[in-house]
């Protein structure tokens, strides 16, 4: 199912996105007009989303986690954002929509398989 986040809530969305879904991996395609669809790139980690208002507003996209593998893709003018949850846990697409009718499509995959594997760690440990 679909929801699309009120403006006044996007700030706070990004931030609890931006926790939750830290280093999984990602798809990021940019659909416009001009261009058509583009990939922007494959299989790098999420490392956040910011949302800035102060006069003329705007969003970045960080993914990648090393020099040689971090992108920022910047969303000028955004006037939709919304998210697509498949119901089995965080994982899904979100999708944001500027003025000029770009989108940018994000695709939670799954967590690293790294990340997978210390958390069985941690919870073997536990017990």
């Not at 926790?19 to 583009?38: C, F, K, P, Y």
């Amino acid at each position: 199912m679909t929801t699309e986040i009120p403006r006044e809530q996007w700030k706070e969305f990004f931030d609890n996105l931006s926790r939750e879904l830290l280093d999984w991996e990602t798809t990021v395609e940019v659909i416009s007009d001009n261009n058509g669809a583009q990939l922007m790139s494959e299989g790098l980690p999420f490392a956040g989303l910011t949302f800035e208002d102060a006069g003329h507003p705007v969003i970045e996209l960080t993914v990648g986690s090393s020099p040689d593998t971090h992108q920022t893709h910047t969303i000028d003018e955004p006037t939709m954002v919304a998210f697509e949850g498949t119901g089995l846990g965080p994982k899904g697409v979100l999708d944001i929509e500027d003025e000029r009718g770009t989108k940018t499509l994000v695709r939670f995959i799954q967590p690293f398989p790294v990340l997978v594997e210390y958390v069985k760690t941690e919870m073997v440990g536990i017990a």
